[in-house]
């Protein structure tokens, strides 16, 4: 059985940091390219960082670059994003996602607050 689960959402000052884990299963991770997307209330999905199977090549959206890390560990088949100098626009649920074409899995999300 496919799983992706995200932990390490929660309420932080603007400033803050947090990093946000992606444990899966169920599937050869190493082979998989790996991204986060957000979802804040009332708007889409939006791609926030993705990285490679290997982990050598990433990419994030302009509003994130220099704040937010996207890294992975294949050995514990986990991704994960470290989110520093949080604002409040950063405020979403957080989603991880694998593909593989013609594969793709979804995490369940964790949420983000950021608020003083």
């Known amino acids: 059985q496919v799983q992706l689960v995200e932990s390490g959402g929660g309420l932080v000052q603007p400033g803050g940091s947090l990093r946000l884990s992606c444990a899966a299963s169920?599937?050869?991770?190493?082979?998989?390219?790996m991204r986060w997307y957000r979802q804040a209330p009332g708007k889409g999905r939006e791609l926030v960082a993705s990285?490679?199977?290997?982990?050598?090549?990433?990419n994030y959206v302009n509003s994130v670059k220099d704040r937010f890390t996207i890294f992975r560990d294949n050995a514990k088949n986990t991704v994960y994003l470290q989110m520093n100098r949080l604002k409040p626009e950063d405020t979403a649920v957080y989603f991880c996602?694998?593909?593989?074409?013609?594969?793709?899995?979804w995490g369940q999300g964790t949420q983000v607050t950021v608020s003083s």
């Open positions: 996602y694998a593909r593989y074409h013609p594969y793709e899995y």
């Open positions: 169920g599937f050869t991770f190493r082979t998989y390219g």
């Open positions: 990285i490679t199977d290997t982990g050598d090549n990433t």
